[in-house]
């Protein structure tokens, strides 16, 4: 019978063992000499060089962050047959599914240098290299492209990951230290980020720091944008590149109302649209930021009945966009309770339809949110936005907020209870210009260009690095 080893000590292979508590697992291995000889979760940690000499059916799964480095690492061994723990979060509103979180892998261990160019997708809410693969066809400019998405991982995305000519991603994704990447990110930043995120240990954000460094280039919104995202991981100017975000380019299409209701197999036959879009909370490793046990908007007192009734009663349709870690529990219950006045978005339905969901935010009459980066590209649109900073010191406490004040920064109204977020509603819907002075001010430091052409700026900017590979 085959015994399991985890390679990465870790919460993450703690997290491996949970998935999968049926395996045989018997033992860790680990980089840090420090642990060697040691115990984690009452199993052993030894180094490589001693499971290397070990008899038996054992086979090795690789849970860490440095995923990457270990494989180039159990290659150069020899070691060709392998799994790595990929964990998907997956919302139990979504149903189960079919999901793997353990992907085995089978390589000749002399893999060779690609001509691709590899394009990596994290998520379909706001994703820049999504937009990129809706806008871009990288195929007629005679470049040879793999789209790959983090929900449909295979032996090609491990192979392009490591032995790619140029990465495109949107996160921290960590490659071989010879490989070229371009960073779009995932927004405008309003939380502090590495060296200054309150929580980010110091290893940590050094580690990220010599991983930006090896960016051939960074798309950036803005002057502004460069300044800040500098400030948290401290890289060089000539790496940043002001080109537009290629998602805010989805914003300016048609057929948002259309997306919308095709993904969620439902209509809106009028009613107008308040869309919710809070920031995260908790990871999916038990790293909290602000308050964790909140109600839904935050507000200390909350009577979802009334709201309910709310909605119904002003033919309104709130449409809830939980981030992805935070939609088995948002604060309004079982998805099959609410009315057919609150919809529930999810990143699944947007996978199934091969949708992006800022292909769907043009379709919001209004947007309510906290912290999420989101409402910097919605003042593209020049809609109204009402904030619910309900925890904002703890939030600065335990995450910390890269740009204050935050009253400059938050073009609109701020409520703190759920009458005056009623009222706030309903007064900007009929006065949609009411803060459009604030919006404009922020919006022209936020974005350079705000126009639909992002995309191919941003492409033309891939196209040159690949050619200077």
């Known amino acids: 019978m ?90 139990k509103l979504d149903g189960e599914g079919e999901h793997q979180d353990f992907l085995a892998f089978d390589f000749d261990s002399a893999l060779h240098q690609s001509e691709r160019l590899a394009i990596f997708i994290n998520n379909n809410s706001g994703s820049n290299t999504l937009a990129l693969k809706k806008k871009v066809s990288f195929e007629r400019l ?48 309003m939380k502090g980020l590495n060296f200054m995120s309150r929580y980010q240990p110091v290893q940590t954000r ?5 991983r930006w460094l090896q960016y051939s280039a960074v798309a950036s919104y ?52 308040v869309l919710y879009m809070p920031t995260f909370r908790k990871t999916m490793y038990g790293q909290v930021n602000g308050d964790d046990n909140l109600q839904i908007f935050g507000f200390d007192r909350f009577n979802r009945e ?70 910097f590209d919605y003042l593209l649109l020049d809609k109204p936005i009402i904030f619910t900073p309900t925890d904002a010191d703890k939030y600065k406490e335990t995450r910390g907020f890269l740009i204050e004040p935050y009253d400059f920064w938050a073009p609109g109204p701020q409520c703190f209870d759920q009458i005056s977020l009623q009222k706030e509603i309903l007064r900007q819907l009929d006065k949609p210009k009411s803060y459009i002075s604030e919006r404009e001010v922020i919006s022209k430091i936020v974005h350079h260009y705000r126009d639909n052409e992002s995309s191919q700026r941003v492409a033309k900017l891939i196209v040159e690095q690949f050619n200077e590979t």
């Open 222 to 273: 803005s002057s502004t944008y460069t300044s800040l995202m500098n400030a948290c991981y401290g890289i060089n100017a000539e790496q940043y590149v002001v080109t537009g975000m290629p998602r805010n380019d989805l914003l300016f299409e048609s057929g948002a109302v259309d997306k919308l209701e095709t993904t969620l197999g439902r209509k809106l036959n009028g009613r107008r649209v």
């Open 2 to 91: 085959t015994k399991y080893v985890i390679f990465g000590a870790s919460k993450r292979g703690e997290s491996a063992i949970q998935s999968d508590p049926n395996r045989e697992w018997c033992g860790f291995l680990d980089n840090d000499p420090r642990k060697w000889g040691t115990q984690f979760l009452g199993l052993p940690i030894i180094s490589l060089d001693s499971f290397l000499q070990l008899n038996g059916d054992y086979r090795i799964v690789i849970a860490s962050q440095y995923q990457m480095e270990i494989i180039e690492q159990l290659l150069s061994h020899n070691v060709t047959s392998f799994e790595v723990y990929w964990p998907v979060f997956r919302s």
């Open 306 to 375: 009334a709201l309910f009734e709310f909605l119904e009663r002003e033919k309104l349709v709130l449409v809830v966009k939980p981030h992805p870690y935070h939609e088995d529990d948002f604060g309004l219950g079982a998805k099959d309770e609410l009315p057919e006045s609150v919809w529930v978005m999810t990143d699944q339905p947007l996978i199934e339809n091969d949708y992006d969901f800022y292909e769907m935010l043009a379709a919001a009459d209004l947007l309510i949110t906290d912290y999420s980066s989101v409402y």
């Open 142 to 189: 005679g470049i040879d492209t793999a789209f790959h998405h983090e929900h449909h991982k295979s032996s090609d995305y491990l192979i392009d990951s490591l032995r790619c000519k140029l990465a495109v991603v949107t996160h921290d994704k960590i490659f071989p230290s010879n490989t070229k990447a371009v960073q779009l990110w995932h927004g405008f930043p």
């Open 206 to 210: 050094v580690r990220t720091r010599e």
